[in-house]
Structures are given as structure tokens and as C-alpha cells.
């Protein structure tokens, strides 16, 4: 049987974790490991500033207290995405306004956005839906125009890249004023449950760490900045256990073969598929960083039987989200305009079994043999 996801392990990630419990002696979190991780990802992509996380959730729950997000006030985002894109807002009284995807990708369509901004709107949350960037350039433009803020949802884009008109090649999750990565087992670089804020904009780098604290000042007393730490603002404890941030430690010093055998998997299936199913579309501006392969169907009846056959052939595939705006808990609050994009992504989209260590020759023939 030929799972949907098998997450890899580099052989690394016990021997950090018995380094984090028997030789640094302290595996609470913000540590050697966390920081480890975190001036990685500074240094490697030009964030800012970095906080790992126990989500991307979480960390996208950072961003709507950030943002200072109220009751009422108004949060644009895709449709196409995963429910946690939506409930860091929610929770905060936001009201979501669902942008379609585009016809050519199941990424937002830019060209919407605009039309949605009201008075009301604090923020654009972008979401690069298989690790394929959003047009940034166009996005960041009506941000400014508008005064919003733009926090990009990257959960599925570490080591991918936008690269603007004049060549400028910009690592996702670095180009909005804040962005959120997932180190959930299902992604490229995993610690089982894990996330990372990147504050790249610095008016928001001082409170983050608060927040990340528990509302206290620690990160400032640790540095040997202030005197004595307490209480000075909301927040929560958002921050992971160096045994998590071990782990990802491990996944880090293998991106690069983990990242290239993604990719020649991702090659092959377009290869070997072409002639069944048009390639993933990826637009100019955008890199790819092999997170998914995915396939379009023209029913929702032939995906379901295309799933069934491919289960009998013993390869599981699955589909994706299930559109926000026709979700059971929102569908009532959703403003009504119709998303058909969204609608035939949720329909049609099938995503084939891609990581480390597949036999991604099975996974084609049953595929042509369905065909
Ligand atoms: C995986 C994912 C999330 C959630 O990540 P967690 O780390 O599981 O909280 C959010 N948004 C998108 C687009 C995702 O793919």
C-alpha cells in the first residue's frame, strides 16, 4: 500500500533529542535548538526576525493579535484553504471576506481583492497554495494603497520563492509584513506539530516575543536587557519544546536533499503524466518547491471513481479543503457571492502520494491504468 504521506525521518533527529534531554539539560522551550533553528531561517531566507512555534496555526493566531484584529473588522483571504487560515481571525471577531481562486491555479485570484476592501479591512491573508507563490508584487501594492496589512499563510512554502518583474527573487513568507510557516508532519520539513512566525516588518518584533511569552517581558530579561520580567500584555504559549525544535534541527541540516528528491519525484510524475492530465500550472513569478502534485479532474463523479480505482490498485490519493465559504460553519455568515473556482477546486483537485522514500513508479502505472 502506497500511504498519501510518509513523513521522513534523516536518522538525526533522536540523537539531537537525546542531546536536548541529557546534555543542554533544559527542554523547555526558546533554547539552544530553537535559536539554532531560527537564525537558520534568518540567515537562510531574510526573515527578519523568526519564532518558531507549536503550529502554523499559532503562529497565524500571533498575527491576528499583532494586527490588533476587533470585532467587526474585515480579513480577505482565499476561499481554497485550510480552516486554520480562517480561525486565528475568527477567534479574534473578524469578519472573513473569500476572494475565488484563479482559473489557472487554485491560488487566490489577485485581480478580486481589490473590490472587497472597505473601510473596515485590516488585512490580506495570502495562502501560496502548494508551496506557488501568490502575485505578491500586485498584492503588496493594493496593501499600500489601502493601508492593510498582508500576512502570508506559507504553511506550505518553505524554500520557495517570488521573483518580481525587474528579476528580484524573494523567499515566500519574507515579502508581508508578517508570514507563517507549518513543520506539520504533511509538509516538506516536519517536526510532527510545528509552525514559525516571521516578523518582517519591525514595528511588530518587540510585542511578538511578548506574546509568544505569555504576555511576560522574558525574552528581553533573558538577553540581560531589563532587570526583573512580568506581566505587560496579552498573549499566550506559543513557543514549542526544545525536543520539537531537535527534531526540526535534524530536518534542517538535510533541506537540500530533502528538497532535490522532492523535486526529481515532482519531474518524473510531470513527465509521466502530461499526456493524462495538464501540468500544475505554475505562473512565471513563482518557484516550485515540489510540496504537492496535484491533478485536476472534470467531476466530481470522476474524481471519486478515480480514487476508488486507484485505492483498489492500493494508492491512496486524496482531494483537499472543502471551500470555507460552503463550510458548515460558515456558510451562513459568508456574504453570498458565488466562488465557481473555489467550487470546481474543491470538486476536482486530487493530490498524489509524494515524499522521501516513494516508489512513485507504482503511483503512475495505477495512475495510467486508469486511464
Ligand atoms: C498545514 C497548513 C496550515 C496549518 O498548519 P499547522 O502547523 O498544522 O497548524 C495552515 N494553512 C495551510 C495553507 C496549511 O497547508
Not at 47 to 52: D, N, P, T
Not at 321 to 337: A, N, T
Request: proline residues 3%; charged residues 20%; glycine residues 6%.
Amino acid at each position: 500500500m502506497i500511504p498519501f504521506n510518509k513523513p521522513y525521518l534523516t536518522s538525526k533527529e533522536l540523537i539531537y533529542i537525546k542531546q536536548a534531554v541529557e546534555e543542554h539539560g533544559h527542554i523547555s522551550g526558546n533554547g539552544v535548538f530553537t535559536k539554532k533553528c531560527q537564525s537558520f531561517f534568518e540567515q537562510s531566507w531574510g526573515f527578519k526576525k523568526c519564532l518558531l512555534t507549536t503550529s502554523c496555526t499559532d503562529a497565524l493566531e500571533m498575527c491576528a493579535l499583532l494586527l490588533n484584529i476587533e470585532p467587526g473588522d474585515e480579513v480577505i483571504m482565499p476561499s481554497f484553504t485550510f480552516v486554520s487560515t480562517a480561525i486565528a481571525f475568527i477567534r479574534q471577531g473578524a469578519v472573513v471576506r473569500f476572494v475565488d481562486s484563479r482559473t489557472d491555479h487554485p491560488g487566490m485570484n489577485e485581480h478580486m481583492i481589490e473590490e472587497l476592501i472597505t473601510p473596515k479591512t485590516k488585512a490580506i491573508v495570502v495562502v501560496h497554495y502548494a508551496g506557488v507563490a501568490c502575485d505578491m508584487d500586485t498584492i503588496m501594492d493594493i496593501a499600500v494603497r489601502y493601508n492593510v496589512k498582508v500576512v502570508e499563510d506559507a504553511a506550505q512554502a518553505i524554500d520557495s520563492y517570488y521573483i518580481n518583474s525587474k528579476g528580484k527573487k524573494q523567499a515566500l513568507g519574507s515579502i508581508g509584513h508578517l508570514g507563517c510557516f507549518s513543520f506539520h508532519e504533511t509538509k516538506n520539513i516536519q517536526c510532527g506539530e510545528g509552525g514559525m512566525l516571521c516578523i518582517n516588518d519591525e514595528q511588530y518584533i518587540q510585542r511578538s516575543e511578548v506574546l509568544w511569552e505569555k504576555g511576560t517581558n522574558r525574552a528581553e530579561f533573558f538577553r540581560g536587557e531589563i532587570h526583573k520580567y512580568g506581566w505587560v500584555d496579552i498573549g499566550s504559549s506559543f513557543l514549542p519544546s526544545e525536543i520539537n525544535a531537535a527534531f526540526l534541527w535534524a530536518q534542517l541540516e538535510n533541506l537540500e536533499a530533502i528538497q532535490s528528491k522532492r523535486k526529481l519525484i515532482w519531474e518524473h510524475y510531470s513527465e509521466a503524466l502530461s499526456q493524462t492530465f495538464s501540468l500544475p500550472f505554475i505562473p512565471q513569478y513563482a518557484t516550485n518547491n515540489a510540496h504537492m502534485y496535484y491533478v485536476l479532474c472534470s467531476t466530481l463523479e470522476e474524481r471519486t471513481d478515480f480514487i476508488a480505482k486507484m485505492k483498489k490498485q492500493g494508492v491512496h490519493p486524496v482531494f483537499h479543503y472543502q471551500s470555507l465559504h460552503v463550510s458548515e460553519f460558515y456558510k451562513h455568515k459568508h456574504d453570498g457571492r458565488l466562488l465557481p473556482h473555489a467550487d470546481r477546486y474543491t470538486d476536482c483537485l486530487v493530490r498524489l502520494p509524494l515524499f522521501y522514500e516513494i516508489d512513485e513508479n507504482k503511483v503512475i502505472e495505477a495512475v495510467l491504468n486508469c486511464y
